[in-house]
């Protein structure tokens, strides 16, 4: 586990005893209690052979006063899973969906569950309304009305033997207390319609509370099969941003660092007589508007591989139109982790493919809130300092399993 020091701008790993085991797809919370906790439940397990493969149903707490990791063993909880989603709404932790797989069957969940931080007690809970369907790597934030909102998502059903179709969704609802219930544990399903500009479906991105009725959403992929029955995925690097009262969409724009020159220019006082009526026929030029959609190909500084990014329509003025094509925006990728301290949001790494291979990134961004005028980089991924491992060079008689038939099985965390 590491921890990023904004005072000291640096990465600290931490290390205590009684760590969960190597696990991604996971969920984890963190909250303020008893000076610090981050609570992590589920996630899946897979060799670099991909031999080994299994979900994990597991929930733990790091407290960080004590600097020690404890599993937590309560009844009830969710089955093994990953791609769910976690959220932390008064006194509760909620988990939302996910997927099962063991190489020979799946399933995607909509169940939810409830654990509750004082009784340390799972609830699977039944809503009322009609809910959404089952899915994994879809948004999932807690509002200030401590209400549930759920957008996109990606699930696959079997259409017949060895044949699958997998579908990216991009509806929306809201899971809502029931009134004068005083237990947290009724709750109904409510269909939201969204209004705005209409984002382009996607699944895995990230999203993040900037303002209490403002959330921002970055990357995700929308994955087609092409005529070979191969999954060949599109990856965004747009940042959008959803009025969480009017469930409302828009392409937060970047309005660049401004030009002193053209500040003191400004200022500066018109002479008496002056006529400025050729600036404003320039600026009423500037605000003639663009919807068209845009597409292009963006290809790493390092020149390793190529991303095709989707199409994003937005109602921009000409000028910011060039403004946007120079600016630097982080790389497509999906999965980067999110978080907003002090106004600013920090973007950190994520996945990206490239045909057959996956790279797994550690840059490191962030973007004040308030100015939205460029990215800052923190830290940059070098990929050509990369080894690409092909799945067959490993090996293991290991069968799939899931964490059920793997409670006796002890793993290593290999600190280097």
């Known amino acids: 586990m590491f921890v990023y020091n904004l005072n000291k701008n640096e ?24 000076k610090g906790e981050l609570w992590v439940f589920g996630g899946e ?6 031999s080994q493969f299994y979900h994990y149903k597991d929930l733990w707490v790091y407290r960080f ?25 008064k006194k509760q932790l909620i988990v939302f969906g996910g997927f099962h797989d063991n190489l020979r069957d799946y399933k995607y969940y909509n169940d939810v569950h409830i654990f509750n931080l004082e009784t340390y007690a799972w609830h699977k809970i039944e809503l009322s309304g009609v809910p959404p ?5 879809c948004i999932v934030l807690a509002t200030p009305e401590n209400k549930l909102l759920v957008y996109g998502g990606y699930s696959k059903e079997r259409i017949k033997k060895d044949v699958d179709k997998g579908s990216i969704h ?21 269909s939201v319609k969204q209004s705005g500009l209409k984002i382009s479906p996607r699944c895995s991105a990230s999203a993040v509370l900037v303002q209490p009725n403002l959330a921002y959403l970055f990357g995700g992929v929308f994955d087609e099969e092409d005529d070979e029955e191969e999954l060949r995925g599109t990856f965004y690097n747009d940042l959008a941003g959803l009025d969480l009262e009017k469930f409302q969409w828009h392409i937060v724009t970047l309005h660049g660092k401004k ?7 400004r200022r500066k006082p018109k002479e008496d007589g002056q006529d400025d009526t050729g600036d404003k026929d320039a600026s009423d030029d500037e605000t003639e508007e663009s919807s068209m959609p845009v597409e292009s190909k963006v290809v790493d500084d390092d020149g390793i591989f190529t991303v095709t990014i989707g199409p994003a329509s937005t109602s921009v003025t000409d000028k910011q139109q060039s403004t946007c094509k120079d600016m630097f925006v982080p790389s497509p990728r999906i999965n980067p982790g999110l978080a907003v301290k002090h106004n600013v949001l920090y973007l950190y790494g994520g996945m990206v493919e490239n045909g057959d291979r996956q790279y797994t990134l550690n840059d490191f961004y962030s973007l004040d809130c308030r100015k939205l005028d460029e990215w800052r980089t923190i830290l940059k991924d070098d990929l050509s300092l990369q080894t690409w491992y092909d799945s067959s060079d490993s090996s293991s008689n290991s069968d799939s399993s899931d964490e059920d038939d793997s409670e006796n099985e002890q793993m290593d965390v290999s600190e280097n």
Request: charge should be positive; proline fraction near 10%.
């Open 11 to 34: 990465w600290m790993i931490v290390k205590a005893p009684g760590a969960p085991p190597p696990r991604c797809g996971h969920q984890a919370i963190a909250t303020t209690v008893n």
């Open 45 to 50: 397990f897979s060799s670099p052979s991909e």
């Open 65 to 89: 006063a004590e600097k020690k990791w404890e599993k937590i063993l309560s009844p009830g909880g969710p089955s093994a899973r990953s791609g769910h989603r976690m959220v932390h709404i």
């Open 133 to 137: 369907l089952p899915r994994s790597g």
């Open 170 to 190: 991009n509806d929306m609802f809201l899971m809502t207390p029931e009134k004068n219930d005083q237990t947290g544990l009724k709750w109904k399903w409510v």
């Open 259 to 265: 030009d002193e020159t053209t500040r003191r220019r």
